[in-house]
């Protein structure tokens, strides 16, 4: 496993080959942290690449074309060794191909690459996924995960402002001393309902309420269906039943608010759907801010690759595009 760096003016990142999952992403001027450290109090991840599927198969199996395959949650590649195939100072581009023993989980050869790219104050992923096969149309799911790192609260002494050291990098929580919300959420589209995944990581067929703050702004904003300026609390009762999923484009970007309401992070992209997922029963340091390019299965989903939901293809020895964008 190596550890490769990339730096512009204002950002500087590291992305290992394991997995070609990004460690950090800090502000240089401040060092500030963006992406969550990996601390396995709480997740030991970072911001892993899921594919070809995310989150979870019914009973493990998917089918194609009268045979059954059995593929692990979120995929293939999380684990898996990437090669460089171009680093510069402020990009890099890894890839990774499919294994013979792939084939047994997931029916066609592929190639998936991943860009890193600084640009300004933000940070680019773009994904290219590539059909090897050249008989067969390939379907599949790709997500990203990104965790972002919550800034420590902020208190005044006299006139001045003390960045306090963040507690939830020190010890746990209990999850039963600290029901206010450790920063908010911002969402960008038209967000209405959510979905919620329970029995084997599958979605279930009712539709449940957004969590919306219960402050007086953002019952105005829902009364006038201005939904930019409705809040999400990030408190333990939140994400009780875990992440929140939203699907059908309802979401096109997220902002991440401290607990002043300030944003200090942005995540958007053209992904279909998107997780938002906190470590449940405590309140954590961080929040994923999760595109994905498909969902689980629905519960009992009997179908086939092509019927998954939000799934994706490419033609016979085509190629497919994604991405998503850290702000800061």
């Known amino acids: 496993m190596l550890m490769l760096t990339i730096h512009n003016t204002h950002l500087r990142a590291t992305i ?24 396995e109090t709480f997740w030991s991840g970072h911001s892993p690449i899921l594919f070809p599927i995310v989150g979870s198969a019914w009973n493990g199996t998917l089918r194609h074309e009268g045979r059954e395959y059995h593929i692990p949650k979120h995929g293939l590649v999380r684990k898996r060794q990437w090669t460089v195939v171009e680093q510069h ?29 600084l640009h300004h104050r933000t940070l680019h992923v773009d994904f290219t996924v590539k059909n090897l096969s050249s008989a067969s149309t390939m379907w599949f799911q790709l997500g990203g995960h990104p965790s972002i790192v919550l800034p420590a609260p902020l208190r005044h002494e006299g006139e001045q402002v003390v960045q306090e050291v963040n507690p939830f990098s020190l010890v746990p929580v209990p ?10 959420l ?12 329970s029995t084997q990581g599958c979605t279930e067929p009712q539709r449940v309420h957004i969590p919306w703050n ?42 991440v608010l401290d607990d002043k309401e300030q944003r200090f992070a942005r995540v958007v992209s053209s992904a279909p759907a998107w997780l938002v997922w906190a470590p449940t029963n405590q309140p954590a340091p961080f ?12 519960q009992g989903f009997s179908g086939e690759w092509q019927d998954r939901p939000h799934v994706q293809h490419a033609s016979p020895g085509g190629s497919w595009h994604g991405w998503y964008n850290i702000e800061v």
């Open 89 to 117: 100072q402020d990009s890099v581009t890894l890839a990774v191909q499919n294994t013979p023993e792939d084939l047994e989980h997931f029916p066609w050869p592929f190639r998936l690459e991943v860009t890193y790219s």
């Open 16 to 39: 290992s080959t394991l997995g070609a999952e990004m460690h950090s992403l800090h502000l240089i001027d401040s060092g500030r942290a963006i992406i969550w450290h990996g601390d």
């Open 287 to 298: 929040i994923c801010c999760e595109p994905w390019y498909g969902l689980p299965d629905p």
């Open 175 to 184: 999850a039963s001393t600290n029901h206010k919300p450790v920063g908010y």
């Open 186 to 197: 911002r969402l960008e589209g038209t967000p209405h309902s959510l979905l919620r995944a």
């Open 214 to 255: 219960k402050d007086a702004a953002t019952s105005r904003a829902l009364a006038s269906n201005h939904h930019f300026n409705a809040l999400v609390p990030l408190t333990i009762e939140t994400f009780a039943h875990e992440a929140l999923i939203f699907d059908q484009h309802q979401v096109t970007a997220i902002h």
